[in-house]
């Protein structure tokens, strides 16, 4: 009886309140942060144990160094090994790193070398033109800005460096886009094309055509489809083997670009483009 009666009298707990009477707002619990998959951070440490000093490294000697078990060590290189980002001489049984670290790095310089030759031009073609120019790479279905040099005027397009932005509505999505095959031109229109104005186009059908009229005259335009009040023009830039790897574009507020100022701003940029790619080994006579 006297444990029931302790229940039935049990004080309840009382809800907290702030000063002035009111009842607290209960406060929602953080969201953990994300946390890293520990076998990725392995596999990236595992990758960073090679050197120029220590081109071969066996199992033994890597589970040292990373504090791990022989066999998570094992795993690991054999995974890497099918990717092709490890090898293992068959004679040491030891590992190195594959070619595939290679082709990925040559990705990274090939876009450390355009940035570095098309500099100067895009320096040339800003004092000759007073407008914002910039240097773009596609990555997927976007445009990544890699270098930028802003107009001195003060209303001008920006584009920060490493700002993404959709290659199908932008004058220098589309002037790369124009030169890829079939299958990245169809992941870049093959989704949800959203507009960013209301003047972007996302009919396939118009993007594609415009694609035609790109490789055409050898450049693109593109009229607040991308930004409001702004007016682009871009061209594709080639590498020494013929591929369209980047574009130089120029931008500016639409009542400073008219079509006469276009006219004149669109062999400026194509040139700097040719010029550009001539530097990184493009012969326009062979097409190599």
Known sequence: MADKMATLTKPKTATPRKAGGEKAVPVKPKRP??????????AVRLLKSFSEGEAEIGVTSLSR?????????????????S???LEQNPETEKYRLGM??????ALVRQRMNVATDARPFLFHLREATGETVHLAILEGPDIVFVLNLESNHAIRMRADLGARKPAFCTA???AMLAFQSPDVVNDALGHRLVPRTPKTIIDPQQIRAALEEVRARGYATEDEQSELGM?????PIRNANGRVVAAIGLAGP??????????????????AARTISARLGYNSLTGS
């Open 100 to 105: 595939s670290l290679f082709g990925l790095g």
């Open 33 to 42: 942060e994300p946390t890293r998959l520990s076998s990725v951070a392995m």
């Open 231 to 235: 007016r682009s023009v871009a061209a």
């Open 254 to 271: 639409m009542q400073r670009i008219s079509d006469e100022a276009l006219a004149s701003f669109a062999p400026l940029v194509a040139d």
């Open 83 to 85: 990717e092709g980002l």
């Open 65 to 81: 160094r990373l504090g791990v078990a022989k066999s998570t060590v094992y795993r690991l290189a054999s995974t890497l090994v």
């Open 172 to 174: 220098e999505g589309r």
